[in-house]
């Protein structure tokens, strides 16, 4: 098992050297060491998205269980799984991305609760071991719920069409994809992650901390994606996200 403290190679945000009367005094910019507050307003806002997100993920599956009654509906429903995960993949590429690249730690509204804990996560990567599950994935759960509940309520499975099955999966799996990539993200990062996290690190099926270390040992400019890591090898041999880049400072003049 590799040493999540191989992480702490390279650090984006190096501490500030004072030397005043009483010597020299190290200390990191205050997105560092005073990290934004998860209050006990969002802490139960986000359990409840979570509770009510695993309600919704539980009674889609169910469903698209019951739905499926031949070989072609069960194809698209595993298709749309396997498209979701992918998706999931991308989104949490995208995300990073954005989340590294673009923007400052203090930029109203986004900075200290978006971009923040993103470069914040270079400097202490160790870190996010010890957050509880609601701190990883609340955040996430509430911004997917909307579009979990907009597919169990607005997609007809029961007349059984393979594009409302391929729809409803795709759905699914991307927003459970989506909402667990924190806990991926982090399992990734333990010295010794749960017996179920190793197995599915093993098998591939979640971002394990060998693909994961290419991002924080390479300045953190490539292997962005988190919650499978598959889509990185290839995102990173075509150079897409320096290409994306390149392509918007060009239109940002
Ligand atoms: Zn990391
Ligand atoms: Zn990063």
Known sequence: MKSHRRFRARRLAE????????????????????????????????????????????ALAVRLAGAVGSAAQGLAVAAGLLGGYLLADLLSGLAHWVGDR???????????????PFRRHHVVPEEMVEHGTVELVGNTAVLALPTLALAFHG???????????????????????????????RWAHMERAPRLARRLQALGW???????????????????????GWLNAPMDRLGVWGWLERRLHRKAG
């Not at 910019?29 to 309600?55: C, D, K, N, Y």
């Open 15 to 58: 501490p500030k050297v004072d030397s005043g009367p009483g010597g020299a005094v190290s200390t990191y910019p205050a997105w560092v060491s005073q990290p934004s507050e998860h209050s006990l307003g969002q802490r139960v806002l986000e359990s409840v998205a979570m509770v009510i997100f695993t309600a919704y993920a539980l």
């Open 155 to 185: 997609l007809d499975l029961a007349d059984g069409s393979s594009l409302a099955l391929l729809a409803g999966a795709l759905t699914l799996s991307a927003m459970v994809g989506g909402v667990c990539t924190n806990l991926f993200h």
């Open 206 to 228: 979640i971002i394990t901390p060998a693909r994961h270390a290419l991002h924080h040992s390479n300045s953190f400019d490539s292997s962005y994606c988190i919650t499978t």
């Open 102 to 116: 673009f923007f400052e730690e203090t930029t109203p509204f986004i900075g200290p609760g978006f971009i923040a």
